[in-house]
Antibody, heavy 124, light 107 residues
Framework: EVQLVDSGGGLVQPGGSLRLSCAASGFTFSNYYMTWVRQAPGKGLEWVANMNQDGREKNYVDSVKGRFTISRDNAENSLFLQMNSLRAEDTAVYYC?????????????????WGQGTLVTVSS | DIQLTQSPSFLSASVGDRVTITCRASQGINSYLAWYQQEPGIAPKLLIYAATTLQSGVPSRFSGSGSGTEFTLTISSLQPEDFATYYCQQLKSYPITFGQGTRLEIK
């Protein structure tokens, strides 16, 4: 059974840092892109970042570029999000998700499994 | 960035009703569109990918159509467990974006 377990959220002051983790099981982690999506309280979904299988390709939404870093440890089946210089507007539930991509030319892409989410609150 | 606009933002319907949610993209995205269902406090669940393909395990009352800039999600006969918020998502280009959501409530 595919499982993604998010952890590492908490209360942090503006300007502070936090590292989120996502522990994967039930599939060959190293074969998949992975992604982070967040949801501010009472708001919609926002894609944050993704990474390919070997970590060489990383993409970020503009609002977190230079502050957040996505990484992975394929030996430990884990995905991470290092968040620095946190702002109040980063307050959200953060979900990791498996990013399914296959095909050639016309790709098939979707997020098929999600973690339960971890809440990050940035406040003084 | 590609903007996705869902309509309506709020929908009130009854069990057994047929409902349709529309998602319009600000530029063509071929069929790089997915639909998700989210219940309060729970992670989103994939319903449809590649605009029209039903994810394994999702009931057949859900269907997706469209290509290019206009897409629809249809629920043929609403069940009590379908009252939730629905999001479309484009994966054609970065940044990946979501629609603002459609909240479906019981009339």
């Amino acid at each position: 059974e595919v499982q993604l377990v998010d952890s590492g959220g908490g209360l942090v002051q503006p300007g502070g840092s936090l590292r989120l983790s996502c522990a994967a099981s039930g599939f060959t982690f190293s074969n998949y892109y992975m992604t982070w999506v967040r949801q501010a309280p009472g708001k919609g979904l926002e894609w944050v970042a993704n990474m390919n299988q070997d970590g060489r390709e990383k993409n970020y939404v503009d609002s977190v570029k230079g502050r957040f870093t996505i990484s992975r440890d394929n030996a430990e089946n884990s995905l991470f999000l290092q968040m620095n210089s946190l702002r109040a507007e980063d307050t959200a539930v953060y979900y990791c998700a498996r990013y399914q991509i296959y095909g050639s030319g016309n790709y098939i892409i979707f997020l098929d499994y999600w973690g339960q989410g971890t809440l990050v609150t940035v406040s003084s | 960035d590609i903007q996705l606009t869902q309509s309506p933002s709020f929908l009130s319907a009854s069990v057994g009703d047929r409902v349709t949610i529309t998602c319009r993209a600000s530029q063509g995205i071929n069929s790089y569109l997915a639909w998700y269902q989210q219940e309060p406090g729970i992670a989103p669940k994939l319903l449809i990918y590649a605009a029209t393909t039903l994810q394994s395990g999702v009931p057949s009352r859900f269907s997706g159509s469209g290509s290019g800039t206009e897409f629809t999600l249809t629920i043929s006969s609403l069940q009590p467990e379908d009252f939730a918020t629905y999001y479309c998502q484009q994966l054609k280009s970065y940044p990946i974006t979501f629609g603002q959501g459609t909240r479906l409530e019981i009339k």
